[in-house]
């Protein structure tokens, strides 16, 4: 009985060949179909990342002010919740989220523009300090021009400058001002009706999906999401105002003037990583040049703040925020570029929020085996065995046996 019963179970094999099995031909061929979907699905999503930023960028005043409002319902619904919980009806907590928000931009703004504004009077005198201070050290390595110019001479090449004239500053301001003023307000209309329907939104994810399992999903997905920007904003905000204070008294200490506004400045641009501290550190060298005899002393506000930026980037931050928000830098750095190159300044002051929520979201969905892809591994771990197959199917095929 056992003869005829292995006799049996060869009978997928035909007699005298190598071909596998049937079970192993149909997970070879699920293996391979998926691979061919997930190289579609690649291409779609590489396609879709160089073209996003054209439609971006072209509806701007659609898109930025869409996905400025959900930043804003992501980081501004915790504070309207914790305000519903002592009985403030969902409407008003709402309008109060985006209030305090309004009041804090507003407050900031202020510490930078009044004192920039008393300034504006002395940047052409400041500008002219600049402009003979590096005079002085194109001066002492002059002997360098010379040789360029003895250069040129000898190889009888002249050179020429073409100056192309650009709209002034005023018309730049004066043509960027209705529009900027269109999309702050749908901006702030938007994230006031999405805070207010958080509730029902919620709900609809939670209540109307097929399964139980994919109710909890949504609802692991919404809190992780809002937790973690939330959190990270907030976290960051009280970073920076902790910087932006010390760099105040710093420079009031080294009689800078408008310290406030340096402080300011400080802690809305230490919200750009990377760019932020270097375009403080190129707004100070370039004030305190201005403004004192020598370049040495001028540098030194600068010198102070790039310390402080050190000890703050690299012991403060990292021990304070721990290991849910470490990010890559090359990955932020990307965003930045990224979204600056879609909608300049206000894409990267989105850029980190949004990489947060990318984050996010992929760390529920699955993030994607780029890598490993290119050698043969799944693009996303789990679903390699496909149609029906598990990871234990495809090391031990079963054998089809006729009952």
Known sequence: ??????????????????????????????????????????????????????????????????????????????????????GIPNVLASLTAILVFLGIVILALALILQPAVALIDRAPA??????????????????IGQINDKLNELMGETSQQVVLENPSLLEELAFA?????????????????????????????????????????????????????????????????????IVALGAWAMDVEAPVMWGGLAMILNFLPYVGPLAMVLLLSLFGIGTSETILLGLIPAIAYLALHTVEANFVTPSILGARFTMN????????????????FFGALLSV???????????????????????????????????????????????????
């Open 126 to 143: 400041m500008i002219d300090q600049v402009g003979q201070r590096f005079m002085e050290v194109r001066e002492r390595f002059g002997w």
């Open 329 to 344: 830098p090359v990955m932020i750095l990307i965003a930045l570029s990224y979204f600056s190159w879609i909608w300049g």
């Open 353 to 403: 929020p949004i990489l947060l929520t990318l984050t996010a979201l992929f760390d529920h969905v699955g993030r994607p085996n780029l890598v490993g892809f290119v050698f043969g591994e799944p693009l996303f771990a789990g679903n390699v065995f496909a149609l029906g197959y598990s990871s234990d199917e495809q090391d031990s095929p079963p054998v089809d046996t006729p009952q």
């Open 177 to 245: 001002t209705p529009s900027a003023l269109l999309e702050v307000l749908l901006a702030f209309l938007m994230a006031f009706f999405m805070i207010e329907a958080r509730v029902r939104l919620r709900q609809h994810l939670l209540f109307d999906r097929a399964s139980l399992s994919s109710s909890v999903k949504a609802a692991r997905v919404i809190r992780e999401v809002q937790d973690r920007v939330a959190a990270y904003i907030l976290t960051v905000g009280w970073i920076n105002a902790g910087v932006g204070v």
């Open 1 to 86: 009985m056992d003869d005829g019963k292995r006799v049996i179970e060869q009978t997928d094999q035909r007699p005298g060949s190598d071909a596998p099995p049937r079970t192993n031909l149909r997970a070879t061929f699920a293996a391979q179909e998926l691979r061919l979907i997930s190289a579609l699905v690649l291409l779609l999503g590489i396609g879709l990342f160089l073209a996003i930023p054209f439609v971006l960028s072209i509806g701007s005043v659609v898109f930025l002010p869409l996905v400025s409002a959900i930043i804003l319902t992501i980081i501004l619904s915790p504070l309207a919740d914790r305000l519903a919980e002592f």
